[in-house]
């Protein structure tokens, strides 16, 4: 994602909410002194960084908080950036309520506050003790009738809302968050697609040539259902190399063997797995006409074309917006436009069923207002994953040797897996549960994709904290992971140089909106002139790394790594400065969930669709199967929102 970096750099802005607030409450007099009156900065760790807030006292009060730096998601961590200072100003107290769903945002806030308080001289624990923010007080029960209820306000959900509303339905969404977005409006926005317009510009390399020529010795009776696809695909590549060019091939049924390829695997138990050969074929055949169906709608692509971490083939798009907030921003947008309403804060607990067809779903507000929605067409889940309930992921995980229940994730607090709970009840049959993706490069205490610096997966070289390397950086996500976790504590660094960190000068932002000077000051990232600097930085042995990247420069050299298998190599590392972004495995995404057929008809045990009940994204199973590429999943839930909501819209 070099050239993602460096685009965003300039071009992102992170959504820095500057928010002041004064105290409304009347001002106690005659009271003790509690603090020094002034103004006073102070900062936490959050998500994806550090929460910086100014916080002003007078002599008995908390007067006013602003928050005057951030580098949360934006769109998701918005709400609490709005409501935990005004509610901390409100209530004169730290013991407010989290925001749910932005849960570390909220509390770094008041961590931030608690430090500007010690500032002050006063007693962080009085107001820790003192009651907190407003009791909430539950509404009448509210009833509301639609064509399409749509649960899950991420990627899939919205894509969904306005595919149902855009075939004349009326649509209603619930979300339980605060904010629209999901796990998808933190994603990297990594989006593959089979696009030769943009294609046209990217050259095939020796080594892209070795991968495609590998597909000529594969017996199609190897992969099973996928024979005809890759008989076609072995067509498809004697053709181009017989038409000599020299530009990328891609090809659909070349999408569609890489995902099939990627994601098949064996479980502990010794069950195999691979995508279902319908569904990938929809994927592949449909996640160039999602895109664009997007640009139609305002989300503009870039011309770029990447290859993120794990995708194997360079089909990766981005759009010209951070991370994933172009998907959610554009879509949400419509969906306003088209008369979808949205109602936040809003859970669905569970299915309302009818002689067999789901009709409507039971949801309660944040207030506890209890909300009963009939669908007369049809019910989308879209509720995403289950990659932050560690019960869930310990329960179902039959890939790896260990999921602890405290390995952090890049997942939204709110992916707890509710939509395969509901589905499950109403007799939808659940596949591909026990493989969890774990993304190999997170950051090591948070889990998040966020805080480091790095370039394309071809460039990226890991070492451990011997200074070695481990795996082919090229590889599935899986294979690095399993190679990372086998290193001391799981962590491993990866090494760029200027080049092939994106050029970054000073004041530059990564591809998150992390601003890289402060990522290096709180050793988020190091930086050093040589290679032997970082050495030092990292206390690695004396002469280790400089020798294992002189070494590795020799293989992109020679285009060959004898000893890890690495085929497709970016730009030698000779260009100071250095930097080194310490990683560590983190729960990414969880392939397995509800069964659907190409319609988005959820499926039972006999594969029978239930009637009146669809799902997308995320919270399906059956597409990645054991590992998903890097860079399909944004594809999927786009496609598959996208038919969900024409398959409901349409019902009868
Ligand atoms: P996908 O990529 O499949 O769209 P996301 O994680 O982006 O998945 O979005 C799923 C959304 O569903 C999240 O915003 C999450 O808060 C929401 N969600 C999860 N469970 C519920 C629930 N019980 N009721 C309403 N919304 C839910």
């Known amino acids: 994602m070099k050239r993602f970096f460096r685009t965003a750099a300039i071009a992102l802005t992170c959504a820095l909410a500057v928010l002041a607030l004064v105290a409304c409450a009347s001002q106690p007099t005659g009271e003790a002194a509690m603090f020094k009156a002034g103004t006073y900065t102070g900062s936490a760790a959050g998500k994806n960084g550090t929460v910086t807030v100014k916080t002003t006292f007078t002599a008995t009060a908390i007067k006013s908080v602003e928050v005057i730096k951030h580098g949360e998601t934006p769109g998701i961590s918005d709400p609490a950036i709005a409501r935990v200072p005004a509610s901390i100003v409100k209530n004169q107290t730290l013991a407010v309520d989290v925001v749910s769903g932005v849960t570390l945002t909220s509390k770094a806030i008041i961590d931030a506050v608690a430090d500007c308080v010690k500032q002050a001289g006063g007693s962080v624990d009085k107001l820790q003790t003192k009651a907190g923010a407003e009791k909430k007080t539950a509404g009448a029960a509210i009833e509301k009738s639609a064509d399409v209820v749509i649960v899950g306000g991420g990627g899939a959900g919205l894509a969904a809302a306005v595919s149902a ?8 969404l619930i979300e339980k968050a605060p904010a629209l977005g999901g796990n998808t409006i933190r994603a990297g926005g990594a989006y593959n697609a089979v696009d030769p317009d943009r294609q046209k510009a990217v050259k095939m390399t020796k080594p892209l040539l070795g991968d495609l020529k590998s597909f000529l010795g594969i017996s199609e009776a190897s992969v099973g259902e996928f024979g005809p696809t890759l008989k076609i695909l072995k067509g498809q590549i004697n053709a181009y190399l017989a038409s000599g060019s020299d530009t990328l091939f891609d090809s ?13 695997r ?44 794990g995708a194997l083939w360079p089909r990766t798009h981005g759009t010209t917006k951070p991370v ?11 969906a306003a436009k088209l008369g979808v309403e949205i109602m936040l804060e809003t859970k669905a607990d569970e299915l309302i069923t009818q002689k067999g067809r789901v009709v409507g779903v039971k949801a309660t507000k944040a207030d506890g207002t209890k909300v009963t929605l009939k669908a007369s067409r049809g019910v989308v889940m879209a509720t995403g994953g289950f990659g932050a309930n560690p019960e869930m992921r310990a329960k179902y995980n039959t890939y790896w040797p260990s999921m602890p229940l405290t390995m952090p994730t890049t997942n939204a607090p709110t992916a707890t897996g509710d939509g395969i709970v509901m589905g499950e009840k109403v007799g939808a049959n659940l596949v591909g549960m026990g493989f969890i993706q774990l993304m190999p490069s997170s950051h090591p205490v948070t889990g998040s994709l966020a805080g480091g610096l790095w370039g394309s997966a071809e460039s990226q070289v890991f070492v451990n904290s011997q200074g070695k ?11 690095l992971a399993s190679g990372a976790l086998k290193q001391e504590k ?23 909106g992390d601003d890289i000077d402060t990522l290096i000051k709180n050793h988020d990232v190091y930086k050093a002139d040589t290679l032997a600097g970082l050495e030092q930085q990292l206390k ?9 990247i002189a070494k590795y420069n020799g293989y992109t050299d020679a285009g060959v790594d004898p000893e890890f298998g690495k085929r497709n190599f970016g730009p030698k590392l000779t260009q100071g400065p250095f930097y080194a972004t310490p990683r560590s495995p983190s729960v990414h995404h969880t392939m397995g969930g509800i069964a659907i057929d190409t319609q988005a008809r959820v499926l039972d045990a006999k594969g029978q669709a239930i009637p009146g009940f669809f799902a997308a994204g995320e919270v399906t199973g059956g597409i990645h199967a054991g590992n998903r590429l890097g860079g399909n999943a944004i ?5 598959f929102g996208r038919i969900a909501g024409a398959s409901a819209a349409a019902a009868k």
């Not at 509303?165 to 209603?172: D, E, F, I, P, Y």
């Not at 569904?279 to 993120?308: C, H």
């Open 469 to 479: 390397r481990f795996v082919n950086e090229y590889a599935e996500r899986d294979v």
């Open 635 to 639: 594809a999927d839930i786009m496609v």
């Open 165 to 172: 509303a855009q075939s004349g339905a009326k649509v209603v």
């Open 266 to 309: 064996v479980d502990l138990k010794g069950n195999e797995i691979h995508g279902e050969l319908e569904l990938v074929r929809t994927l592949t055949t449909n996640s160039p006409k999602a895109m664009q169906w997007l640009e139609s709608l305002g989300l503009p692509f870039k011309n770029d074309i990447s290859t993120v971490l």
């Open 490 to 512: 799981g962590l491993f660094y990866i090494i760029c140089d200027q080049v092939t960190a994106g050029n970054p000068q000073p004041g530059a932002k990564n591809g998150w």
């Open 324 to 334: 994933g907030t172009g998907f959610i921003g554009t879509l949400s947008d419509n």
């Open 252 to 264: 659909v049924e070349l999408h569609m063997m890489q995902t099939y390829f990627g994601g098949k």
């Open 540 to 548: 690695m042995p004396a002469g280790s790394l400089q020798a294992e």
